[in-house]
């Protein structure tokens, strides 16, 4: 099955402000809470990968993000774990029945999980992240539904990497300024003092 109309304009209304936003947390949060509204899923997470293999959730709908940081996300394990090591990916229709699936999760939060899709993150080749949605309210995912994550998936990358691109711009540009007000004031300083003591 291919992207059809309604997944085509989700993506569009999804990607049409994405790369204007800067800080990763309300990116994140602004992407899931579109599209678990429009695929009609209880819930939803976002999570970030880091170069040591650190999972760590970074936005939720559904289910409190604090609640998530509390758990232990681990490459390999459980279906967000299996999508960062293969990079690949993955729709469970019956979660109970998938060697994939960590049960501790829900009973640890309190959620049932029915069905899952999950995509990685990928930015420059390589995986950042990983995107989940569980429980569709109407029936279970579609294969159109997670070729549409896989690529937010795409799009969430190149999105992450312009922010850290513009902050390191910020913080390059702050320093800059910083550094000319400092030696400002010295030679301001030092005129001063000559101006006070006649020296030429």
């Avoid at 602004?30 to 509204?37: G, H, M, N, Q, R």
């Avoid at 069905?115 to 990685?120: D, F, H």
């Avoid at 190149?158 to 390191?168: S, T």
Wanted: hydrophobic share 45%; with cysteine; glycine share 8%.
């Amino acid at each position: 099955m291919k992207l059809g109309t309604f997944h085509f304009q989700l993506l569009y209304n999804v990607l049409e402000n994405v790369h204007f936003m800067h800080d990763e947390t309300e990116l994140a949060q602004a992407i899931l809470d579109k599209v678990s509204e429009a695929l009609n899923a209880e819930a939803g997470s976002i999570f970030k990968l880091s170069t040591a293999g650190v999972i760590s959730p970074l936005a939720s709908f559904g289910v409190p993000l604090d609640s998530l940081k509390k758990m232990k996300f681990t490459v390999g394990k459980g279906v967000v774990g299996w999508v960062a090591q293969y990079v690949q990916p993955v729709k469970v229709d019956n979660p109970m029945k998938d060697t994939r699936f960590m049960g501790s999760i829900d009973q640890s939060t309190g959620f049932k999980t029915r069905s899952i899709i999950a995509a990685p993150i990928v930015a420059k080749g390589r995986p950042i992240g990983i995107i989940e949605f569980l429980n569709r309210k109407d029936g279970p995912f579609a294969i159109p539904d997670l070729e549409l994550i896989s690529m937010v998936g795409r799009e969430i990358g190149i999105a992450f990497e312009n922010a850290k691109l513009i902050r390191g711009m910020e913080t390059t540009r702050s320093l800059q300024e910083a550094v000319l007000n400092s030696l400002s004031a010295g030679i301001a300083s030092h005129a001063s003092f000559c101006g006070h003591t006649g020296v030429r």
